[in-house]
C-alpha cells in the first residue's frame, strides 16, 4: 500500500520484453554466455520510450554493466517515467532463475538513486538465493 496518489499496478502474468525490463536483463546479464548469446540472436529490438535499448551492441554492453554492478536498471525503457532497479535469484548452481526489483515513478526513483537502491536489492536478492541453497562467491 502507498500514501502517494498515483499507484503502479501490473496484471499478474504479464510479461516484459527481455531487452527492455530489469527482471529481463538481471537474469539475462548472469545467464552462462553461450546461452545468452542463444537467446540474443533471436531479439527483437522493439522500442518503447527513447530510452528503450534497440541494438544488440547496446545490448550487450549494458549485461556487461549488470555483470560488473550485480544489478540492473530500467531507465524509463519500458514505461516512459517509471525507474526500475533490480537484482537476480541464483538457484543453488548459481544460475539465475528469477529477478527481484523495486520500481517507482522517476521523481520517487531518480537515477541519483539507483546505486544506493541496487545495494539494497542486492542484498535482498542474495538472501533469497541463499534460502534457496546459493552460495555466494562473495
Not at 94 to 117: C, K, S, V
Request: with cysteine.
Amino acid at each position: 500500500t502507498s500514501t502517494y496518489p498515483v499507484k503502479l499496478f501490473v496484471e499478474p502474468g504479464t510479461q516484459f520484453d527481455l531487452h527492455s525490463s530489469v527482471g529481463g536483463k538481471s537474469v539475462l546479464a548472469f545467464l552462462p554466455d553461450k546461452e545468452r548469446k542463444e537467446i540474443l540472436k533471436n531479439q527483437k529490438f522493439t522500442k518503447f520510450t527513447k530510452n528503450t535499448i534497440v541494438t544488440k551492441k547496446d545490448l550487450r554492453n549494458n549485461l556487461q554493466e549488470v555483470r560488473e554492478k550485480g544489478y540492473a536498471i530500467d531507465n524509463g525503457e519500458d514505461i516512459q517515467g517509471i525507474n526500475c532497479v533490480g537484482a537476480p535469484i541464483f538457484d543453488e548452481y548459481g544460475y539465475p532463475i528469477a529477478a527481484l526489483w523495486i520500481t517507482g515513478p522517476d521523481g520517487r526513483l531518480p537515477a541519483e538513486q539507483f546505486a544506493t537502491n541496487g545495494a539494497v536489492v542486492i542484498k535482498y536478492a542474495m538472501e533469497i538465493s541463499a534460502k534457496i541453497g546459493y552460495l555466494s562467491q562473495a
